[in-house]
């Protein structure tokens, strides 16, 4: 999507493991969201930015989900311990500047986990 | 938690027929936006609507808010094959105004 890229495309996991999805957004916008999207489904909310501060972690699914935006630019999200329920497509999304409608989405990570 | 329903979950028509879909929240929303996503694609916003009793228009598509603004349809006149694709309902709640709850979309297939 215009103004936000993702990376990696595509990641195949085991199990067990650890993984990190990036999120790279334009510079100079505030927010920025993540969503999960699973096979059939509509995206669902995981968590938002404004900046470098999460202020709300509500929709991720457990605590093998971490966030962060340290420098309130590029964001990541790390799952541990992937399990095979994580498999979804991951998206990040930033909205129109000074709203928070209209929402950019990126190409997003299909993340499949075996 | 709020809800967003949409119906149909899927649709397959003839390249020239209509098609409509529809979405209904649980609870009343502040505004109502669509998107819609390729195959293969991530969600591109296509509308946002505010008003109560709202209609907009982009060439073939129609775009409605309910009186109530809790219900919301999207309507295309003779579909073409471009037109493939899901296409999602999605809203905020009076309680939140930065989250978005999405509905399941409606994938529309259209035969050439």
């Known amino acids: 999507g215009a103004g936000v890229s993702q990376s990696p495309r595509y990641k195949v996991a085991k199990r067990g493991q650890d993984v990190a999805l990036r999120c790279d957004p334009i510079s100079g916008h505030v927010s920025l969201f993540w969503y999960q999207q699973a096979l059939g489904q509509g995206p669902e909310f995981l968590t938002y930015?404004?900046?470098?501060?999460?202020?709300?972690k509500s929709g991720l699914p457990s605590d093998r989900f971490f966030a962060e935006r340290p420098e309130g630019s590029v964001s990541t999200l790390k799952i541990q311990r992937t399990q095979q329920e994580d498999s979804a497509v991951y998206l990040c999304?930033?909205?129109?500047?000074?709203?928070?409608?209209?929402?950019?989405f990126g190409p997003g990570t299909r993340l499949t986990v075996l | 938690g709020q809800q967003v329903m949409q119906i149909p979950q899927y649709q397959h028509v003839q390249e020239g027929e209509d098609f409509t879909t529809y979405c209904n929240s649980s609870t009343t929303l502040s505004n109502i936006q669509w998107y819609k996503q390729r195959p293969g694609g991530h969600p591109v916003f296509l509308i946002q609507l505010v008003k109560s009793g709202e209609v907009k228009k982009q060439k073939r598509l129609t775009f409605q808010f309910g009186e109530a603004k809790k219900n919301s349809s999207l309507h295309i006149t003779a579909t073409q094959t471009t037109d493939v694709g899901t296409y999602f309902c999605?809203?905020?709640?009076?309680?939140?105004?930065?989250?978005?709850?999405f509905g399941k979309g409606t994938l529309l297939t259209v035969n050439p």
């Open positions: 930015f404004q900046n470098e501060a999460q202020l709300d």
């Open positions: 999304a930033i909205p129109r500047r000074g709203t928070y409608n209209e929402q950019f």
């Open positions: 999605a809203g905020h709640s009076g309680g939140s105004n930065y989250k978005l709850t």
